[in-house]
């Protein structure tokens, strides 16, 4: 009997959704609906899921949806026949009990099987499950895609009947379940399934759409609705609006996917609209000016072929008027005193040096364990010198220290007190007013980079010092008082501080010894801090390996060269290539697969032995060959190892296959001559050394 599939469409119409979770919510009502249907039978691997996510709807449409599911062939295990079934083969009592339990009675007992399950005979019995209907499919999909809606806050509201309260991330007003040109009977929050949902509060042509069919949904409500129901298509579309309106000027949008997804969501029909402010709020730094637009207005701000900001800037209006003046000069009148509060806290703040503001940070508390943003930037000063007397010199020395005493003296200031986000950034506009090097002022801003993933790093050795000193402290400061982050909660950002690190000394290849550096920050704060330096190295390893791996290397690759402990980690970009270089040698597998057995054989030595070798005692030829061999590689594998050509020195270990092979065919390691197998272990002692300065080669072993 063949099934009749029809395509399925589910609306839930709401109050306007938070516009920064909509994309998630729409994402998850779909999915969690349609694999919730395919579970149930109802839904084939085949069937197509589109979402539709919109400020006051979620919807799903799911194509190839059966009216019924298909019926099961279920086995039941019952139990023991030993506890079923009595001496005279009858049902017992517990038998009888546990088929009623599942819908059946003593007609089957003829048909019970007995099988071998572990060691005891046990009862199974055959029977079928009828499919599930499409309106209890449904509903059940329905409940648990609401469940589970990725909503931190829900609100609780009254129904119409004054006494029922649900709970729903906003309230709903309207519910659609249409499959084919059917209505499913279903319940969600209060409400009854149909078929009529609603458009554009403004500008639908039709107050009340009365859907046809699942498969005319998006078409309806954007001819019917003036609304574009897919996220999607309405992202696209508000992009292809901006560019258009962007390139009439000869200029382009700033580019920001989550200011695109938030405007994308606060609008079902957008209208894309040119705007300006006044030339002379150009003064203010264009980051202050950027972050006013898109954080309090989600506008577009609009930028010149060389990336500088301009005094135009675009608005999505989610109406469209004939004439679009009004709501040009609204938003325009609108952004004019945000930018003056801008401009006249650059003002203000310009009338103090900056360093006049440094005292005050010793009122402001840091952490109520770890004192004031005063000690701190000691703190950070202390490590800022030690690094850059590293990198440099005296005089480097003394820039970093000038940048760390400034570096926080921007929190004091009225700008970032009204947009935290540009701590750092004003301060290096204020260092430069106040007529500092850009040296020190681009170190001021660049100290807090790389604030993300993929964002750029200091600009110059001086800005580098801090930037490490920064989160060195932190990273030291904040473990050693037991924040440490667990699970995904990481309120203090120590993931984002360790890679920080890492990028620094990898990228700006960095000649700094990774454990000296923890050491060193470990050093300005109290000694009971001293018990969390080893938390802090391992969390930068942990760290170190996901970041090696994102680069591409794999897990076999990256655990090999960490393994290794080379002090400075700039090493490993390098150190990974030969690595992986070497593995596609033909000798490799042999190669790492001897180099394990010979870790293994002087872990578990019990008699002591030194990394050389007598040659008076080689009295196998297999073991005289090995020790010929390495005297004949070492040297040119050591040398390609300290000039630094990893892939040469790791190649060089080529040769020494065959003669490891025949000593391991032929010789026996723990002779019964004490003198003999204290040699032939510092034989293979020298070997493991030799191979193991690039990078440990048993980690390759899969």
């Given at each position: 009997?063949?099934?009749?599939?029809?395509?399925?469409?589910?609306?839930?119409?709401?109050?306007?959704?938070?516009?920064?979770?909509?994309?998630?919510?729409?994402?998850?009502?779909?999915?969690?609906?349609?694999?919730?249907?395919?579970?149930?039978?109802?839904?084939?691997?085949?069937?197509?899921?589109?979402?539709?996510?919109?400020?006051?709807?979620?919807?799903?449409?799911?194509?190839?949806?059966?009216?019924?599911?298909?019926?099961?062939?279920?086995?039941?295990?019952?139990?023991?026949?030993?506890?079923?079934?009595?001496?005279?083969?009858?049902?017992?009592?517990?038998?009888?009990?546990?088929?009623?339990?599942?819908?059946?009675?003593?007609?089957?007992?003829?048909?019970?099987?007995?099988?071998?399950?572990?060691?005891?005979?046990?009862?199974?019995?055959?029977?079928?499950?009828?499919?599930?209907?499409?309106?209890?499919?449904?509903?059940?999909?329905?409940?648990?895609?609401?469940?589970?809606?990725?909503?931190?806050?829900?609100?609780?509201?009254?129904?119409?009947?004054?006494?029922?309260?649900?709970?729903?991330?906003?309230?709903?007003?309207?519910?659609?379940?249409?499959?084919?040109?059917?209505?499913?009977?279903?319940?969600?929050?209060?409400?009854?399934?149909?078929?009529?949902?609603?458009?554009?509060?403004?500008?639908?042509?039709?107050p009340?759409?009365?859907?046809?069919?699942?498969?005319?949904?998006?078409?309806?409500?954007?001819?019917?609705?003036?609304?574009?129901?897919?996220f999607?298509?309405?992202?696209?579309?508000?992009?292809?609006?901006?560019?258009?309106?962007?390139?009439?000027?000869?200029?382009?949008?700033?580019?920001?996917?989550?200011?695109?997804?938030?405007?994308?969501?606060?609008?079902?029909?957008?209208?894309?609209?040119l705007c300006?402010?006044?030339?002379?709020?150009?003064?203010?730094?264009?980051?202050?000016?950027?972050?006013?637009?898109?954080?309090?207005?989600?506008?577009?701000?609009?930028?010149?072929?060389?990336?500088?900001?301009t005094?135009?800037?675009?608005?999505?209006?989610?109406?469209?008027?004939?004439?679009?003046?009004?709501?040009?000069?609204?938003?325009?009148?609108?952004?004019?005193?945000?930018?003056?509060?801008?401009?006249?806290?650059?003002?203000?703040?310009?009338?103090?040096?900056?360093?006049?503001?440094?005292?005050?940070?010793?009122?402001?508390?840091?952490?109520?364990?770890?004192?004031?943003?005063?000690?701190?930037?000691?703190?950070v000063?202390?490590?800022?010198?030690?690094?850059?007397?590293?990198?440099?010199?005296?005089?480097?020395?003394?820039?970093?220290?000038?940048?760390?005493?400034?570096?926080?003296?921007?929190?004091?200031?009225?700008?970032?007190?009204?947009f935290?986000?540009?701590?750092?950034?004003?301060?290096?506009?204020?260092?430069?007013?106040?007529g500092?090097?850009?040296?020190?002022?681009?170190?001021?801003?660049?100290?807090?980079?790389?604030?993300?993933?993929?964002?750029?790093?200091?600009?110059?050795?001086?800005?580098?010092?801090?930037?490490?000193?920064?989160?060195?402290?932190?990273?030291?400061?904040?473990?050693?008082?037991g924040?440490?982050?667990?699970?995904?909660?990481?309120?203090?950002?120590?993931?984002?501080?360790?890679?920080?690190?890492?990028?620094?000394?990898?990228?700006?290849?960095?000649?700094?010894?990774?454990?000296?550096?923890?050491?060193?920050?470990?050093?300005?704060?109290?000694?009971?801090?001293?018990?969390?330096?080893?938390?802090?190295?391992?969390?930068?390893?942990?760290?170190?390996?996901?970041?090696?791996?994102?680069?591409?290397?794999?897990?076999q690759?990256?655990?090999?060269?960490?393994?290794?402990?080379?002090?400075?980690?700039?090493?490993f970009?390098?150190?990974?290539?030969?690595?992986?270089?070497?593995v596609?040698?033909?000798?490799?597998?042999?190669?790492?697969?001897?180099?394990?057995?010979?870790?293994n054989?002087?872990?578990?030595?019990?008699?002591?032995?030194?990394?050389?070798?007598?040659?008076?005692?080689?009295?196998?030829?297999?073991?005289?060959?090995?020790?010929?061999?390495?005297?004949?590689v070492?040297?040119?594998?050591?040398?390609?190892?300290?000039?630094?050509?990893?892939?040469?020195?790791l190649?060089?270990?080529?040769?020494?296959?065959?003669?490891?092979?025949?000593?391991?065919?032929?010789?026996?390691?723990?002779?019964?001559?004490?003198?003999?197998?204290a040699?032939?272990?510092?034989?293979?002692?020298?070997?493991?050394?030799?191979?193991?300065?690039?990078?440990?080669?048993?980690?390759?072993?899969?």
């Amino acid at each position: 009997m063949s099934v009749v599939k029809k395509n399925l469409l589910v609306e839930l119409f709401v109050e306007e959704l938070p516009p920064k979770a909509l994309k998630k919510l729409g994402e998850s009502f779909a999915s969690v609906l349609a694999d919730g249907l395919e579970v149930q039978g109802l839904a084939g691997t085949d069937s197509v899921v589109s979402a539709f996510a919109s400020p006051r709807r979620l919807a799903v449409h799911v194509s190839d949806i059966a009216a019924r599911a298909a019926d099961k062939a279920v086995s039941h295990k019952l139990m023991p026949a030993s506890v079923g079934l009595g001496a005279d083969g009858r049902a017992t009592p517990a038998l009888l009990k546990k088929l009623a339990a599942l819908g059946l009675d003593a007609t089957v007992l003829p048909t019970l099987k007995r099988q071998i399950d572990g060691k005891a005979e046990t009862l199974f019995v055959d029977s079928t499950v009828e499919g599930a209907t499409l309106a209890q499919g449904l509903q059940k999909a329905v409940d648990d895609a609401i469940a589970k809606l990725p909503i931190q806050k829900v609100m609780q509201y009254q129904l119409d009947d004054g006494w029922t309260s649900v709970k729903f991330v906003r309230p709903a007003h309207g519910l659609v379940a249409l499959h084919g040109g059917d209505v499913v009977p279903i319940d969600v929050l209060g409400l009854r399934a149909g078929r009529t949902t609603q458009g554009h509060r403004f500008e639908a042509a039709k107050p009340v759409i009365d859907l046809r069919d699942a498969d005319s949904y998006a078409d309806q409500l954007r001819d019917d609705g003036a609304v574009i129901a897919s996220f999607d298509e309405r992202r696209a579309e508000i992009v292809r609006q901006l560019q258009a309106a962007a390139a009439k000027q000869g200029l382009k949008p700033i580019d920001d996917d989550a200011l695109l997804d938030e405007v994308t969501a606060l609008v079902e029909r957008p209208n894309v609209l040119l705007c300006r402010f006044e030339r002379e709020f150009l003064e203010v730094p264009p980051e202050c000016l950027i972050l006013t637009m898109k954080a309090n207005q989600k506008y577009f701000p609009l930028l010149d072929a060389a990336g500088k900001l301009t005094h135009q800037f675009l608005i999505v209006s989610n109406i469209r008027p004939a004439d679009a003046s009004r709501v040009i000069e609204g938003n325009e009148r609108v952004v004019r005193p945000r930018l003056a509060d801008a401009k006249f806290f650059f003002d203000q703040d310009r009338k103090r040096p900056l360093a006049s503001r440094v005292a005050g940070l010793a009122k402001v508390v840091y952490h109520n364990k770890l004192g004031t943003q005063g000690e701190r930037v000691e703190r950070v000063r202390s490590l800022a010198r030690t690094i850059a007397q590293q990198l440099g010199d005296d005089a480097l020395a003394q820039r970093a220290d000038q940048a760390a005493m400034l570096a926080k003296a921007d929190l004091l200031t009225d700008m970032v007190g009204e947009f935290p986000e540009l701590q750092g950034v004003m301060g290096g506009y204020y260092a430069k007013h106040d007529g500092l090097a850009d040296d020190i002022a681009f170190a001021i801003e660049d100290h807090y980079k790389p604030r993300f993933a993929g964002d750029e790093l200091p600009r110059n050795t001086t800005g580098v010092a801090v930037a490490l000193a920064d989160k060195l402290e932190t990273l030291a400061g904040l473990f050693g008082i037991g924040q440490v982050p667990t699970g995904d909660k990481d309120p203090f950002a120590l993931r984002r501080h360790a890679l920080g690190v890492i990028r620094l000394l990898i990228e700006r290849e960095l000649p700094l010894d990774a454990q000296q550096l923890i050491a060193d920050a470990f050093k300005a704060f109290p000694s009971t801090h001293g018990q969390a330096q080893a938390e802090v190295a391992f969390f930068l390893r942990e760290r170190l390996s996901g970041y090696l791996r994102e680069a591409g290397y794999s897990v076999q690759e990256v655990e090999a060269a960490i393994e290794a402990r080379p002090a400075q980690w700039r090493e490993f970009p390098k150190r990974l290539a030969a690595v992986r270089a070497f593995v596609a040698l033909p000798e490799a597998a042999s190669l790492a697969a001897a180099n394990k057995r010979v870790g293994n054989i002087l872990k578990k030595s019990d008699v002591g032995f030194e990394a050389k070798v007598d040659a008076a005692l080689l009295n196998e030829p297999a073991e005289a060959a090995l020790s010929e061999a390495l005297v004949a590689v070492k040297p040119r594998a050591d040398a390609a190892f300290e000039r630094g050509d990893y892939s040469a020195s790791l190649q060089a270990l080529a040769a020494l296959k065959a003669p490891v092979d025949a000593f391991f065919d032929s010789v026996m390691v723990n002779a019964d001559d004490p003198a003999l197998r204290a040699n032939r272990l510092g034989l293979l002692a020298t070997l493991h050394a030799a191979m193991n300065r690039v990078a440990d080669l048993s980690k390759l072993v899969t």
